[in-house]
Structure formats: C-alpha cells, structure tokens
C-alpha cells in the first residue's frame, strides 16, 4: 500500500458495509477515512470503524500456519488440508466434509468456496452467518417475491414519510443507518418515526411513537394491520391485481389471526390508542419503510414475521418506490453477497435452487464434474 494512495476497502463490523478509504502514513500506520463516494455512508464513520487502523498492528497476530498446534508455512499448511480434504471424500463421501464461512467475506471469496465444495467436492453443506442471522428474511423474501430480494435501499429513508423499526435498534446496531435516519427526520419535519420493541432501546430517542409490544406478538400486529388497511379502504387495489397473487388467502388469514383492536392491542401489551395511531400513520402515509432486523429474523415465528411486514407493503403498493419498502437490515456486512451467490446450504449460486433445469444450468456454466444435487446440512 503507498502511504500517498489512499485504497478503498469495506468495514468489516455491522450490516451497512460502510465506505473505507485506508492508506500508510509516514510512520507505517494505517489512516482510515470514511468513503464519501459510498452509497452506504456517504463519507461517515462511527467510531468501531473510524479505529479500524489500530487493529492493523501485528501484536497478537497469528504470522504462521499452524497444524496440530506447531507452526508451518503456508504452502504446507494448504497441502496438508487439501491431502486431508481427499482422503475424507475418497473414504466418506462427499458428505462427509462441511464449510462454514462468515458474513466478513467479500463476495468473490464466497462464491469461490460455494463453488468449490457445490460444483466440484460434491456436497452441499456450507452455510455462512446468514443461517444464524437471516435466514427468516431469506424465506420470507422467497415467499413474497420468488427469490431472496430486498426491494428497497438505505436511500429510501430520506425519501420516506414514516420508518418503522421492528426488531431493531439501529442507533447501537447500525449506527451510521441511524445517523441517516436522524438527519433525514431533522430535514424532513414529515418524517415519522415508530419504534417496535419491547425494549426502550436507544433508537427510541428520535421516535414519535414507541410500541413496547409483548414478545411473540409481531405477526399478530401487522395481520392486524393488513386488516385494518382492508376495512378502511386503504389497500391498493390495481397493484394487488397486476403484480400479486394469493391476496384473498393471505386477507383471510390475518382477519382470522386479527381480533377486536382492543383485545389486540391487550395481547400485544399496549395501549389500544397507541395501535391505532401507529395503524392510522401507516394507512395514510405513502411513503413507508419498515426496517426489520434480528428482533424479527431471530424468532420460532421470524418468517411469519418478515411475511406479515411484507404483505402489508404489498396489499398497499408501498413497495420498489422511493421511499417505501419493507427493508430488511443484515447483520454482517455481506451477509446478502452470500446469499447472492449461494452460499447456504439450501441454495445455489445466483438465486438458483435445487430443481433439475437450474442444476443443469449451473453445471454447465461452472463446467462442473460432481455438482451437489441436493440441499446441504443446515
């Protein structure tokens, strides 16, 4: 790395994926700078990542390979694991190995080893943080929309006109996400902003309204929603017809799980004029997004969750606008990269899944000799 050049690279901490621009200072220490030129943070840093340059110190570093606890060059090292990985699949099976790869990864090195152990080791079992972290915002997105897609960008927030936050503290977990927000709600005197939590967490400080809600009853909540919007006329009723299907299913589900508001707003734990109000900004606002992150994703019920949000934004068209989406935030920051190309155990690269025509499809593009043919461990 010059100490004239700066390089650009991505934080490796929380979800966004902010900006980085790093380059060696006189005294070979690492400067850091935030990427004004990235759409993420747009130049901003909170402090886990402003420190990145001191991590980059090689005290307490590992220097060596080390197999069975003794140093060894790299070279061997990778020898060793490659002599290691053959014989298991020459006396086991393809099954018998297994990658497990982090959220940290840039998206090259994930389709590599999605690559590897799929296309040409034979097995499927590899999963990344996405299993532990998104997993319910994977099946949610392929319910609603055919594949793992998230409709909508950090740009939407300054662009809408309520944000709701279900299951998330952005101002610990996403931090420069919640500088964008609070700086759009202090621009924008429109700007709503709903928390969902049964927490009073401290994204609750720029909240105009906090619904401390009883664990479990998300789904409950925005079935009620789905509801209401169809009793007061609010559902739009051309997108329903031209881009949805299973509408009248879906309504019949969330009128049967959604109760009298008062006896909702009694299982939810609130205050039946706080679930009102928060229904009535969603009903008469254009531009929404909900953000959802762990608090629904990590959950017995996460995909049912993701869905209840989801059909919310589409029984009503506030979705693929600007400014209104349902907007799932990761934990990691490539954790979606993964997904992008497979890099769980149920998927296969590019959205594909384990049916006939995309099996056949991937093994010739990756000229592959023992593609896996069916789903991994999870």
Known sequence: MSQQQWIKTTCPY????????????????????????????????????????????????????????????????LSY?????????????????????????????????????????????????????????????????GEDVVPGSYEDLEHAELVTLVGSNLAWCHPIVYQRLKRAKLANPKLKVVVIDPRRTDSCDIADLHLAVNGGTDVALFNGLFAYLSEHGKLDQRYLQQHTEGFEPALAAAKQDAAQLSQLAEQCGIEP????????????????????????????????????????????????KLGASAFSITGQPNAMGGREVGALANLLAGHLDFQDQHLAALQGFWNSPNLARRPGVK
């Open 14 to 77: 929380c979800g966004t994926g902010c900006g980085v621009e790093a380059k060696l200072n006189g005294n070979a220490k690492v400067e850091v700078r935030g990427d004004s030129s990235h759409p993420a943070n747009l130049g901003l840093l909170c402090s886990k990542g402003a420190a990145l340059g001191d991590t980059l110190s090689n005290e307490g570093r590992l220097r060596y390979a080390l197999v069975k606890g003794h140093q060894e060059p790299l070279d061997k090292a």
């Open 81 to 145: 694991v490659a002599s290691r990985l053959s014989q298991t699949l020459a006396e086991h099976g393809p099954d018998s190995v297994a990658f497990y790869v982090s959220g940290q990864l840039l998206t090259e090195d994930y389709y590599v080893a999605n690559k590897l152990i799929k296309g040409f080791l034979g097995s499927a079992n590899i999963d990344s943080n996405s299993r532990l972290c998104m997993s319910s915002a994977v099946a949610g997105h392929k319910r609603a929309f």
């Open 273 to 320: 004029e706080a679930l009102l109000r928060f229904y009535q900004m969603f009903a008469d606002t254009e531009r929404c997004v909900s953000v959802f992150s762990q608090g629904v994703n990590q959950s017995a019920q996460g995909v049912d969750k993701v869905n209840a949000i989801i059909n919310c934004h589409l029984a009503t068209g506030k979705i693929g």
